[in-house]
């Protein structure tokens, strides 16, 4: 286990530092504090699933599109995406990669999004479909907490409850704030696991950075409920200038700020 | 899908969404990928019946279109022949974002039937009439809009998405249970190609759903005070048949008609063409306002907006003899 723990906390770096390459290279404003609150659920998902390209066991989509960066940063570091120029047209005139996910099976990436509250419904579809096709696997979404917001993702969690969906995971990456600041409090890491349970759902809630706590909680999945799990997590984490400070909800790295977030992650995870 | 007269009449009597249910219980039998999808109008689409004999094939995900959408998206994905129903504007409108995003730009091949669609909801009023569904769903790249005119040409267009790979589509249910027949006998349908009604000399008529069975008499009529027509199924609004541009030469007086709004539709689509063909051609667009109307049966609510065959006929002629 510890073998385990240690190596996802390498990934998780190397994700995070894969992170902040790609964004100082585009030149351009990113969506850097949302990639950074979910690496560790990224790293965590992409070392305990069987996530494919060239047969799809387990399934992992993206509804907080925003969220691509990391997706990117992980599709990379798992050897999805080989070539490292190519993630280096990020946000480059005519890239397939651009601030939210394009569906691209060939390299891992599930569905386009971008538009927010519509990835678990597709994740619902896909885990009818496995319950069908008496495939084991699993389905795991993430959303954002200010997703939330959406009301389609409601709808998508009574289907998921009403179809017993145990095959089907949502880890809810609670970094406590939105586009336009903090989150309000009736939609807070608390709040959030109570409307999760309210909906039917299996919930579990851990420290969305603690990779040992992450571990668990996708082991505690339910035997005839879809399993939410809800991750309080820190916007910009890892940078210290990045940590709860929302312009870095979207925001351009200079070449000193750029220098300066590389040398706040090896200090914090001391590499 | 082949039918004779006495199917022609039968379905007639049941109507285009009772009649979708049984199609979608014939394609079930010879389809083990079927699955159709209602967000609580599977009773409304006629498919009570399909619920019981295939309820493997069958999900109900509750009064919710735009999770309806992304669900269908994820079972397409797997595989699986999806058809989803709800009514024309909880579809084309509510869920329109999903649409786009689902079946538009990640082109997961899922069939919309919009039941309903035109004035046919009657006494359930505007909410739930399709007067703008063209319009939008057109603007969606790579869906196709597809505009049966009667029970037994939405059979032959739910068969052909049925068994081959069309990509996503929006079709679109208008009519009521004893609408006017189009066709009467077996005819060809062919995906994306306009159906030729009557061959005519005077004025070109382009037209689609159950509108149709209305201009056919029209048409009729027509000829008794020697007006000849030529009357064509735009059946596919989207991809459109472009052969259509080569009957604009020939005609100095076009006639549009359709139960949608004037914006967007049939209309739009054909002023476009002749614009851009720089055909010189006068072109009566016979729509429905841009406007919300009145609520009423389905017969009142035709001759109120002047789309029965009485008023369709009066207008044609009014254009012929115009100089």
New interface residues.
């Given amino acids: 286990m510890l073998e385990k723990v240690n190596e996802i906390k390498k990934l998780s770096y190397k994700i995070r530092k894969t992170i902040l390459d790609i964004s100082y290279n585009s030149g351009e404003p990113s969506h850097i504090g949302g990639a950074l609150s979910m690496v560790e659920i990224l790293a965590v998902i992409y070392s305990n699933f069987n996530i494919k390209v060239s047969k799809p066991l387990d399934r992992f989509i993206l509804s907080k599109g925003h969220g691509f960066l990391a997706l990117l940063s992980t599709l990379y570091c798992k050897n999805f995406i080989k070539n490292k120029k190519k993630i280096f047209t990020f946000q480059k005139n005519g890239s397939d990669f651009i601030a939210h996910p394009i569906?691209n099976k060939s390299i891992g990436i599930e569905?386009?999004?971008g538009?927010l509250?519509?990835?678990?419904?597709?994740?619902?579809?896909?885990?009818?479909?496995?319950k069908?096709?008496e495939k084991d696997n699993s389905i795991i979404v993430v959303v954002g907490d200010g997703e939330c917001y959406e009301?389609?993702v409601w709808?998508?969690a009574?289907?998921a409850t009403?179809?017993n969906l145990n095959n089907l995971f949502i880890v809810v990456d609670c970094n406590g704030h939105q586009n336009d600041g903090a989150i309000n409090k009736m939609m807070n890491f608390e709040e959030m696991k109570k409307k999760w349970l309210g909906f039917g759902w299996n919930v579990n809630s851990c420290d969305g950075h603690n990779i040992s706590a992450l571990i668990k909680v996708f082991k505690k999945n339910s035997k005839t409920k879809p399993t939410a799990i809800i991750a309080k997590t820190i916007k910009g984490k890892g940078v210290n200038f990045m940590e709860n400070n929302n312009d870095w909800h979207h925001g351009r790295l200079t070449k000193n700020l750029y220098l300066e977030s590389v040398k706040s992650i090896n200090k914090n995870y001391s590499l | 899908m082949n039918f004779n007269s006495t199917d022609a009449k039968q379905w007639l009597r049941m109507g285009p969404r009772a009649m979708f249910g049984q199609f979608m219980i014939n394609i079930a039998k010879r389809n083990k990928k079927l699955m159709v999808l209602s967000a609580d109008l599977g009773r409304s689409s006629g498919l009570a019946r399909f619920k019981i004999e295939f309820p493997k094939q069958y999900i109900s995900v509750g009064i919710s279109e735009q999770n309806l959408v992304g669900v269908a998206a994820g079972l397409a994905d797997e595989g699986f022949k999806v058809f989803v129903t709800s009514f024309a504007p909880f579809l084309s409108m509510r869920a329109s974002e999903q649409i786009r995003m689902n079946l538009g730009y990640m082109k997961h091949n899922v069939n919309l039937v919009a039941l309903g669609s035109g004035l046919s909801m009657g006494f359930l009023g505007n909410s739930h009439f399709g007067l703008e569904d063209i319009a939008i769903m057109r603007t969606i790249p790579d869906l196709n809009v597809t505009c049966p005119s009667d029970c037994s040409e939405l059979g032959k267009v739910l068969d052909d998405y049925a068994f081959n790979d069309r990509g996503p589509s929006y079709i679109r249910l208008t009519g009521i249970p004893g609408s006017k027949n189009v066709y009467d006998k077996n005819y060809g349908y062919k995906f994306g190609k306009n159906i030729t009604i009557t061959k005519g000399d005077d004025i070109l008529i382009l037209c689609h759903g159950s509108i149709l069975g209305q201009v056919k008499l029209s048409v009729k009529a027509l000829k008794k005070i020697n007006i000849s027509a030529e009357l064509i199924n735009i059946v596919s609004l989207k991809p459109i048949d472009e052969s259509v541009t080569k009957l604009f030469k020939k005609y100095k007086k076009i006639i549009t008609i359709e139960e949608h709004t004037s914006i967007g539709g049939l209309g739009s689509i054909m002023a476009e063409k002749i614009l851009k063909n720089r055909i010189k051609t006068e072109l009566l667009s016979i729509s429905l306002p841009d406007k919300f109307g009145p609520t009423g049966t389905y017969d009142y609510l035709l001759k109120y907006h002047g789309l029965d065959s009485e008023s369709i006929t009066k207008k044609i002629i009014k254009l012929v003899k115009k100089k």
Avoid: D, P, W
């Avoid at chain 1, 509250?117 to 496995?130: K, W």
């Fill in positions: 569906m569905t386009s999004n538009s509250g519509q990835g678990l419904s597709f994740g619902v579809g896909l885990a009818i479909s496995y069908k096709r009301g389609s709808e998508a009574i289907t009403e179809n």
